[in-house]
């Protein structure tokens, strides 16, 4: 089992940076792949990025291409969502969440384990 806790979210303006940590329990993290999605009200959940269990590996949504990166630190059993020139699209409930199946993954019903998100609002 892996339990998942985000923290790191706020409100900020338009073109400012906030960095997300994602702290999670158990002996597994390490094989385990991490991904950050986000929710804005009335809309469905939506992949941001994706990390690797090594962290050698990425791959990320189009909207954050340039602006956002996902990283890890193993012994820290922590990855994190830098998050760069924030726009007032990107307002959501951030969600971390984990999975020990492998390959790229990419969408929300292929992780096991979730967070219970961090509100990121950024004003224009």
């Known amino acids: 089992q892996v339990q998942l806790v985000e923290s790191g979210g706020g409100l900020v303006q338009a073109g400012d940076s906030l960095r997300l940590s994602c702290a999670a329990s158990g002996d597994f993290f390490s094989s385990t792949i991490m991904g950050w999605f986000r929710q804005a009200p009335g809309k469905e959940r939506e992949f941001v990025e994706t990390?690797?269990?090594?962290?050698?590996?990425?791959s990320y949504a189009d909207s954050v291409k340039g602006r956002f990166t996902i990283s890890r630190d193993n012994a820290k059993n922590t990855a994190y969502l830098q998050m760069n020139s924030l726009k007032a699209e990107d307002t959501a409930v951030y969600y971390c969440a984990g999975t020990l199946r492998g390959g790229v993954r990419t969408t929300s019903e292929t992780y096991d384990y979730w967070g219970q998100g961090t509100q990121v609002t950024v004003s224009s």
């Open positions: 990390i690797s269990r090594g962290g050698g590996s990425t």
